[in-house]
């Protein structure tokens, strides 16, 4: 499985108003770079010989310091506002809009020691904070807050809230420009996974549709022995357990493979979603499962039944985790307990989801087109741990983009099934079934191995204006 190599690069404003403490701003400065490279990020910030004190609080410090952060615009995921003292509340606001970068801002005020009020030391930060955000509200600016209204950038608290505005970012940033490939027609039989290409779009999220037609003509033209095939089928024998599956649906899948991603990469799309039921087994003679675990164990999230919204979603999750998506199917109550039900799929789940994992047959559809046609699934048991889920859909009558998330965890309570299957809890599972079918929201729902709800949570809601529900 590979690993996002990114490095996270914050845009730094040093707060600073010359009636109070000067000091307070310089050591607060050093503060903050200290704690971001602390964290693995870089920090882009005015020196002590760009403004006074490396900090802003003139018209002037404010537009070079927007200029500095322009001119490293490409970098910039998001801004940081640290208030040491009270800070000039304009200057924030005008650095930003002249900055223009449109990235998370994070407002962070650090805490006045008790023992320490006298006006060599005050700083009055807790005031202040609320100033600087009442004017980036007026300048319609969006913004984060700290868990607490005031914490030192070296505190515990504030080390956690800059990994979660860390993961805010990488949504935003992940999401604007985003390219889909969508792969075959949705499966007549699955009106639920209907989407609006043109909501998306006008949210920055680009559809790049490619007909199964020409995904089986590119495979009829590849040779056994080519060497992106051969490179595919290597992959696919390491990955996971083939014992029982026949080489000529291994080829297949192997071929499938091959030319799904060299696609993608052609078209630089970066996750996808891909037509299965039935078309692929009857005309083709395998399942895609095993291709698209590959795929989203890889980082590179892949839905079934063309469902767009949904690999939407799991990407949202892969964002903020750095870890592997799914797309599964709210499916089964569990026994009587209100709390608990199945998630399951067929199935394409990743690597990363398992207890334990080999390659079988569809039995579902293989009902319907034979056992031979229907090899490639990735069958084993969701492994027990805290999860988070995500569902996006897009609402083209009132045109807008709506959904939900939350956590819970998956169990070893025992299941005996087929496919991907495993136990998930959820506190007041119930309101949630009911939000969602109330709501008319679909059956499917990603999740991912990491809680992360709450950033997703914040990056949809404040930076990309979706209106999603957050099941506590």
Not at 80 to 95: H, K, M, Y
Not at 128 to 144: E, W
Request: proline residues 3%; contains cysteine.
């Amino acid at each position: 499985m590979s690993t996002d190599s990114h490095q996270s690069t914050f845009g730094v404003i040093v707060g600073n108003r010359g009636f109070f403490p000067g000091h307070l701003a310089a050591s607060g400065r050093t503060d903050m770079i200290a704690a971001i490279e602390a964290s693995g990020a870089k920090a882009v910030v005015l020196g002590p010989e760009d403004s006074k004190h490396g900090a802003v609080e003139t018209f002037e410090e404010a537009r070079r310091c927007a200029d500095l952060f322009k001119a490293h615009r490409e970098k910039i995921d998001g801004i940081i506002v640290t208030l040491p003292n009270f800070g000039d509340e304009r200057a924030v606001a005008d650095t930003l809009r002249l900055a223009g970068l449109n990235v998370p801002v994070l407002i962070q005020a650090t805490p006045d020691t008790a023992s320490r009020m006298t006006i060599a030391d005050r700083r009055d930060s807790f005031c202040g904070k609320m100033s600087a955000c009442n004017n980036l509200t007026q300048y319609r600016i969006p913004y984060s807050l700290t868990t607490l209204h005031t914490e030192a950038p070296q505190s515990a608290t504030f080390t956690k809230d800059l990994a979660w505005f860390s993961g805010v970012c990488r949504v935003v940033k992940g999401m604007r420009g985003l390219r889909v490939g969508a792969l075959g027609a949705r499966p007549a039989a699955f009106n639920t996974v209907r989407f609006s290409e043109k909501l998306l779009e006008s949210n920055g999220i680009s559809i790049i549709t490619l007909d199964l037609s020409e995904v089986l003509g590119r495979i009829e033209k590849m040779k056994d022995d080519d060497p992106a095939a051969q490179a595919k089928l290597a992959a696919i024998r390491a990955y996971v357990d083939t014992a029982g599956t026949p080489a000529g649906p291994l080829m297949k899948m192997a071929k499938l493979g091959a030319v799904i991603e060299g696609w993608m990469q052609e078209t630089e799309v970066s996750i996808s979603a891909i037509q299965c039921w039935t078309s692929l087994e009857e005309y083709f003679g395998v399942v895609p499962c095993t291709v698209m675990s590959m795929m989203s164990d890889n980082l590179m999230s892949s839905a079934c039944e063309v469902d767009i919204c949904g690999v939407v979603a799991m990407h949202a999750l892969r964002l903020a985790s750095g870890t592997p998506s799914a797309l599964l199917d709210w499916n089964n109550n569990y026994g009587e307990d209100p709390n608990k039900a199945v998630c399951f799929h067929c199935s394409n789940l990743p690597k990363h989801f398992f207890a334990d994992v080999k390659m079988d047959f569809q039995q579902i559809i293989a009902g319907t087109v034979g056992r031979d046609n229907t090899y490639g699934t990735c069958v084993g048991r969701v492994k027990a741990g805290a999860m988070s889920y995500a569902r996006f859909s897009t609402t083209d009558v009132q045109g807008k983009i709506t959904g939900y998330v939350g956590g819970g965890q998956f169990t070893n309570d025992p299941l005996e099934t087929f496919g991907g299957a495993g136990v998930v809890e959820i506190q007041r599972m119930q309101e949630l079934l009911r939000y969602i079918c109330v709501n008319g929201f679909e059956h499917h729902v990603a999740a991912n191995f990491a809680e992360v709800s709450d950033v997703v949570y914040e990056a949809a809601t404040r930076y990309l204006g979706w209106e999603i529900y957050w099941h506590k």
